[in-house]
């Protein structure tokens, strides 16, 4: 029997576009499930501000009368206007091993970026850099993070059947918390605060970080401005991201380092790992979701990196060592042991350089296909 796409056009059907993951990864051990209403807010046109300079149309695949597949296709104006290039995005791309399924997905998502006059289409990508990007290609035994796309083995090979190829990769790196701070790192980062005129802010209560939410943002935009799929961030935007990171803020996680003015030149926002939470709670946030996420916080074994960002003018002047200096603190003083990364583009090699200081591993590996229409 052959497959059906259909459009996702009623609750109903975002509601098994959302939750189809969560069938065919039920069992699966690596896999960390999203919560539903991110998901659906991150969807959703009346919800997410992307959507102000984005397009997008969301499809189920059937075949022989079951659900088998699904996948997004999106057009984002904002980031054709900035990199000049006239190419769209595939995501939240999912299908059992068929090729029949994925291919008739992939084509649907092809020929709705051709009706909208593109050239070429890309992913698995969000709407923007913040969202999950990248098809892991190396790595299915690893557990997985909020943060993070898993998918199985035999992902990237339909891709690379109907006609993808590799645009770029990400890695990942999982690293080992150090039993103490060493003292000549002590005194290097002391030495660069003098003489840099910098502070760590004093973040006993993360109401403390609420005043540099702008300056936070800003710093996010420069720092990522150069890097492959990123685009500045509208307002709305910058609202719509300070509700989900900043209402979680953990101080011994959260680093933000001032100049003499109090002027915000840099920061990094870590969390406890929350996969575990995430796979007890089984994409449900309410009634007992929101527990599983607080005892995460209250007990974390893990710690992920989020966003880390340093003004240009600061960057190669000791600052990243000063940042991770304090996320060692943070995590030494929570019995942690393990750090994740999370994503960095594969020639980043000015961050990839600060880890052979770190007891560490590359562990994972995705990748952004893109196919020529």
Known sequence: MSVEIREVKTEGDLKKFIKFP???YKNN?????????DEKSILSEDSNPAFEFCEAKYWLAYKNGELAGRIAAIKNDALIEKWKINKGRFGWIDFIDDEEVSGALLNTAEKWALEMGLEAIEGPMGFTDLDDEGMLIEGFEEQSTMATIYN?????EHLAKHGYIKETDWLEFELKTPDSVPEKIVRLNELILKRSKLKV???KKSKAYIKYIPDFWDIIDESFDDLFGTMPLTQKQKNYYTDQYFSMLIPDFTTFIVDENDRLIAAGITFPSFTEALRKAKGNFIPFGAIHMLMALKFPKKLDFYLIGVRKEYQGRGVISLMMNEINQGAIRNGITLCETNVELEDNKAVQDMWKHYDHRQ??????????L
């Open 22 to 24: 969560y069938r065919i």
């Open 201 to 203: 802010v004093d973040g």
């Open 363 to 372: 562990h994972k590996r995705r990748r952004c296909f893109i196919k020529t």
């Open 29 to 37: 051990q690596y896999w960390a499930p999203p919560l539903f209403k």
């Open 152 to 156: 199985y083995s035999y992902y990237p």
